[in-house]
């Protein structure tokens, strides 16, 4: 399951003339895929050794923080943000719910995952985003199905969770980095 989730975050599909000259791009790939990785590992280590319950508690804690730290290495924003979203944090802006409508349309009508999405704006900044792909390991906690401890521990730690019901192969959200505008600090 890891590695076809890992290796589903690079597949360039369609982006606008002159993405592949900007080295945001590159970064931009290489930011979601380390997000990706880490979170993957992290949950991945609590579910195997504790189970579904302690790896959303850990997932409560340590998401955010490893966001933050490979947002300061990379110099952007980098963070998770999805139409169904489990924290409040990661809703995303009217942008982002356009670029995720399109994914979600895309995987529907048969589209191979992953999608990207990476734009430049009148000012210099820059938004890449890249669909996470619902994987089977990721309906013990976000499928249709939930293990009432489980259920209990998001309503617990995510009283306003939208983020279940999905089934495997379904558009769970996207990996978005944000690049600011040139002489602007990170967001």
Known sequence: MKRNALAALCLLVSLPAGAQDDDRLTRSRDAAMQLGQELSATLL????????????????????????????QAGASVGRTALRFRNPDNAPDADARAVLMTFERDLAAGATPP?????????????????????????????????????????????????????????????????????????
Do not use: K
């Open 45 to 72: 280590t609590a579910i195997g050794t504790d189970g579904p319950v302690a790896a959303i508690q850990l997932c409560n804690v340590e998401a955010s923080p490893i966001a933050a730290r490979i947002s300061a």
């Open 115 to 187: 999608r990207e999405h990476f734009e430049t704006r009148p000012d210099g900044s820059a938004r890449f985003m890249s669909a996470i792909v619902t994987q089977a390991l990721c309906l013990t906690c976000h499928g249709s199905e939930i293990a009432p401890e489980v259920a209990a521990s998001i309503a617990e730690h995510y009283p306003a969770d939208q983020a279940t019901g999905f089934a495997a192969g379904d558009l769970r959200g996207a990996f978005l980095i944000e690049w600011p505008a040139p002489g602007s600090p990170a967001r």
